[in-house]
Structure formats: C-alpha cells, structure tokens
T-cell receptor, first 112, second 113 residues
Framework: DAEITQSPRHKITETGRQVTLACHQT?????MFWYRQDLGHGLRLIHY???????NKGEVSDGYSVSRSNTEDLPLTLESAASSQTSVYFC???????????FGPGTRLLVL | GENVEQHPSTLSVQEGDSAVIKCTYS??????FPWYKQELGKRPQLIID?????GEKKDQRIAVTLNKTAKHFSLHITETQPEDSAVYFC????????????FGTGTRLTVIP
C-alpha cells in the first residue's frame, strides 16, 4: 500500500549540530510539506515543495532547509540545531488534483 | 497571509451530547476548509472538509458549516462517543494549484463516559 513515512521517529541532538529528518511517500504526490507542532501553536508550515527541484519557505522557515531531488522524498535539515527547534515534526503530501493532505507519523526532536 | 483562529481550546462533553468547535479566517480568498482529528501520539487525519461553494456538509455524526460572509466555519459532532476524544484542528487554504494549509491552534475534546 502507498504510504508516507518519516525517520527517525525520535531524535535527541545537541545545540549546534546539523540534523536531517527524512520524509518518504510512495503516492507519487507532487506536493510535499513540512510542519512543526508545538503546544498552543497548532501546526505551522516550515517549507513546502510543489515538485522536483521546487522549494518554498513557509511561515517558520528560519533555521531550516529542504531539497527535492525526486518526487518521493523531501528531507528537512536543521543547519545548526537550537533548543527552540525542539518540537514534533510532521511531513505531509498531496496531489494537485486533491486538496487532502496526508500526514506522516511524525518525528519527535529534542535539542539539548 | 491567512490567520485562522479556533475556539474553544478545550471542550468537555458528556457522552451522547453534541460538541461544536468554531473557527474564523481572515483571507476572503480562502476557499477550502478541512478538519483534522489527532489522537494522542498519532498523526493528524482528515475527517471532513468543505469548499466555499457549499454551506454545509454532513458525514454521519459529523457536520461542517461555512459562512463565507462572516468568514467562519464550524465542526459539529453529534451523539459523541468516548472515541471522539482527541484534538481537532481546523484549517483554511486557497486553491492555487497547491494547497498550503493554515491551521488553527486546536481544540482538545474530551467525551466523558
């Protein structure tokens, strides 16, 4: 069955380290998104991509980057992790013909 | 950009009663309004959505209403059950070929048996 997966599911890192969170979907969706979820803020958009080699900044993009080299993957990189980036990260994907976004299982990141 | 506000932040109801969650949005160009349910430790999952050409949509015990003039939309859950306990998020987006969603801050619904 087609699905969307994230790895790792849990990550502990130290401030200043580079961290990459993986997102992989097998639906062949053009649109992919990264959100962070924090108590009191709901889900906030970090970056998004409408297709291969396309990337765009979302509401809270500072300190994050993404790249889209193929349809299936949109890795999220924290260039220099900060404690403020401790959060739960969700990726999502959708097809341009269907507005529904399908979410991955999430990655819980702790920055010490 | 779009600003979505959601109320209440917490809601407790007795099993069998109805629950109503309300959201407002700021951008009159928004025309797609999904609702997601997130159980503890799980991913958000779409439960119902509505487009701006429709005023109301129902799916069994769940209904969503939209008032474009007032820029607000609501989720109604009837005959609540303990398994309805979760956090519910509303969202809004423009339809521009892709669908960047702007989420509300969530409502934690507790259904008391």
């Amino acid at each position: 069955d087609a699905e969307i997966t994230q790895s790792p599911r849990h990550k502990i890192t130290e401030t200043g380290r580079q961290v990459t969170l993986a997102c992989h979907q097998t639906w062949n969706h053009n649109n992919m998104f990264w959100y962070r979820q924090d108590l009191g803020h709901g889900l906030r958009l970090i970056h998004y991509s409408y297709g291969v080699h396309d990337t765009n900044k979302g509401e809270v993009s500072d300190g994050y980057s993404v790249s889209r080299s193929n349809t299936e993957d949109l890795p999220l990189t924290l260039e220099s992790a900060a404690s403020s980036q401790t959060s739960v990260y969700f990726c999502a994907s959708s097809d341009p013909g269907d507005e529904t976004q399908y979410f991955g299982p999430g990655t819980r990141l702790l920055v010490l | 950009g779009e600003n979505v506000e959601q109320h209440p932040s917490t809601l407790s109801v007795q099993e069998g009663d109805s629950a109503v969650i309300k959201c407002t949005y700021s951008d009159s160009a928004s025309n797609y309004f999904p609702w997601y349910k997130q159980e503890l430790g799980k991913r958000p999952q779409l439960i119902i959505d509505i487009r701006s050409n429709v005023g109301e949509k129902k799916d069994q015990r769940i209904a969503v209403t939209l008032n474009k003039t007032a820029k607000h939309f609501s989720l109604h859950i009837t005959e609540t059950q303990p398994e309805d306990s979760a956090v519910y998020f509303c969202a809004a987006s423009h339809q521009t070929g892709a669908n960047n969603l702007f989420f509300g801050t969530g409502t934690r619904l507790t259904v008391i048996p």
